[in-house]
């Protein structure tokens, strides 16, 4: 039980300690009186929830994402009187801890994604938002062991030997190593989102509707051009290499805070048949004090979206802190010119 407390404060200690250095290292930046912005961003967050599979408990949840700043104009951009383009290149770390109800191991094959990352937005005449993103990086859980045994390492002959009694029928959940079995795979990321902006008397604004579409694409050379970190032969498989994101997010203004209902559908089409093809995640955020912090609740079912147990599927709720890397800013208006 003592371990179990212990682990809760580590994870909520990493959560805080990674938002705290980031908001330092965008604070010391001499060159700029703001925060970077980034319209299309993955939110962190800490939650502790209800809904499990079949073979783990979670207790808690952290994803403490943090954007490294490059070049970053785009409030600058936004905030001129003509229509120009804003751009950010960035480095984006995305880690995502869960502590399970275990007393040996709580935390299990944690998983890493980092990207590198450009992005553009653009104002239309009408105050809109369009913007584009590509983000091309890593992504895996840092262990070595075979997928599917605790017995053996992975690419081992040995290893390799257990795919080949892997059938449509065989019920990945059941056989994953969950310990240490290894996940690993370069990926690229494509992303196209469009903000529709209703903005108040002061040119903030007050109510928005975000649609993004996404593309992501698991591949084997790092950056498209070097040969390591790649996914491995056997698993690729199972992984499938596509998946197609789609969201839809409302926010606005109640009595001095802001709001945000969300709807996610996440499609992987190409996976093992005994892995779930379809996530889904509804949320809803408050941020009190109409600000970056948040506090949220998720239903999410379908399949699982921590590394190799995407071969999981079952429904969870969850509530607890987020952040948002796009709050709204005051926008100027475009420029009238008169005939």
Known sequence: ??????????????????????????????NRSFKDYYPISERPYLTGGFGNNDYERILLEAKPVVYYSVYNDIREA????????????????QPQFRIYDENSKPVKTPSYKAFLGFQSIIKTNNNNFLTAALESGH???????????EELEDNTPESTALYEDITDNTDLAAILNRSSGNFSTNLTRLSLNYRINKFNDENLPETIHSLTLTYQLYHRRFLGAFQFGGYNPEDIDIYGRHQIEASYEFTSHLKGFRYTLGQEVFLHPDVHPSAEVFRSETTAIVYPWDKD?????????????????????FPRFSIGLTWDWFTPFVVKPNRVTNP
């Open 139 to 149: 992504f895996s859980n840092g262990q070595s062991g075979s997928a599917f045994s």
């Open 293 to 313: 912090l948040g506090i949220f609740a998720k239903f999410a079912f379908g399949y699982d979206d921590y590394n190799y147990r995407f071969v999981d599927s």
């Open 78 to 93: 936004l905030n001129r009187d003509t229509i120009v383009r804003g751009d950010a290149i960035y480095l984006s770390i």
């Open 1 to 30: 039980m003592r371990l179990r407390a212990s682990s809760q404060i580590l994870a909520l200690l990493i959560f805080s300690l990674l938002l705290g250095i980031n908001s330092q290292a965008q604070k010391s930046n001499a």
